[in-house]
Every structure is written in C-alpha cells, then in structure tokens.
C-alpha cells in the first residue's frame, strides 16, 4: 500500500519553463490536494478536488492548473514557471466515505525555478 | 476564513524533558490534525482530534472545540521529536485544511 506518491520528488527549472506534477493515491479516495510550503510558513492550499472531473481554486491558485482526469491522479502544472514558485509542493488525499478520517500526505516535490 | 495561530513559534528541549504545543483558531471547527515534519521534510500524521483527547505513545493531544484551542504535549522527549510541528483545521471533513505557522522543536542531548 504506497498511500499517496508525488512524482518528481525534486527538479530544478528555468524561468518560463514548464512542468507538470503528477500525484497518485491508491486508497480509492476522493478528495485529493495541492498545497505548497515555503520557508517559515504552514502549507497553502493551492488547488483542490472533489471528485473525478471537478478542480477548485484554493488560497494560492495564480500560475498553476490542475486536472483531475482519473480518481486516482491529480496533477498540477505550471505552464510558465516563476521564481516566485520555487517552493515545496505536497499532495494530499482524504475519503468522502466517513466524516471522521484524516488528509494523508506524499513526501513532497522541492521545486526550485532559476 | 479561519486564522490558526501556533505557539510558541520555536522550542529548544533538553532530551528528557516535557512540552506543550498550543493551537489556537479563530472559528468552529469539526476537523483538527496534528503534523509532525520531519528533518528530511515528510509530514506525519500524529492526530486526528476535533476534539476530545486521544494518546499514542509519549504523545497526547486535547482538543477544546468550545474554546477553540489544542494542546499537543509531548513527554519524556527524545532528539528524534525535533523537527516542525504543525496543527491543520477545517469547517468539516471535506473542506480542504487550514494549517498554522508550526512550532519548531529542537531536542537536544
């Protein structure tokens, strides 16, 4: 049982480059979530998903899309990166079936933009 | 939306002694998680406490929804405890969370 796996784990890019970041949760759960940590701070959430289809913005959303093809992968894409976007970026996953059941996290993507 | 203040925002522990993490939030709140970082980054579940008290271990939390507050305390503590604690809240189980700035915790020997 992986549980939630972010894919690449570290990359460096250039300015005006673009890359995708790809997570996967093999727990059959419903709501996944893009969140991005920087230094001294909690995590903010940037997109998130309810369901197969369907995206929503979060608190920090300007600069990335989000697509939520297939239950099990959400990913999230920078289509023009900024240094402002250097930062480390967490997955995250939670069942829809029970109220009381907790968000399970990946490792972690550290991104760094030149 | 919610505010989630953590205090204090850093601690510095001799091996051996005990700890308390505070949680505060600025509205009501049915989902609450205490996160343990790590210095290699990842995030660790520690609790799921909207309220109440639950223990593992040489941890405890106690969660006071009426008065808005957590209390994450830590015993006997050991140099693998350092790292970033964070505590995350929501309006319920399947709004996205709203974490706290973190207390980060430093155990030395």
Known sequence: NA?????????????????????????????MYW??????????????????????????????NVSRLKKQNFLLGLESAAPSQTSVYFCASRTAQKSNQPQHFGDGTRLSIL | GIQVEQSPPDLILQEGANSTLRCNFSDSVNNLQWFHQNPWGQLINLFYIPSGTKQNGRLSATTVATERYSLLYISSSQTTDSGVYFCAVSYSGNTPLVFGKGTRLSVIA
């Open chain 1, 35 to 64: 969140y991005r940590q920087d230094p001294g701070m909690g995590l903010r959430l940037i997109h998130y998903s309810v369901g197969e289809g369907t995206t929503a913005k979060g608190e920090v959303p300007d600069g990335y």
């Open chain 1, 3 to 31: 549980g939630v796996t972010q894919t690449p784990k570290f990359r460096v890019l250039k300015t005006g480059q673009s890359m995708t970041l790809l997570c996967a949760q093999d727990m059959n759960h419903e709501y």
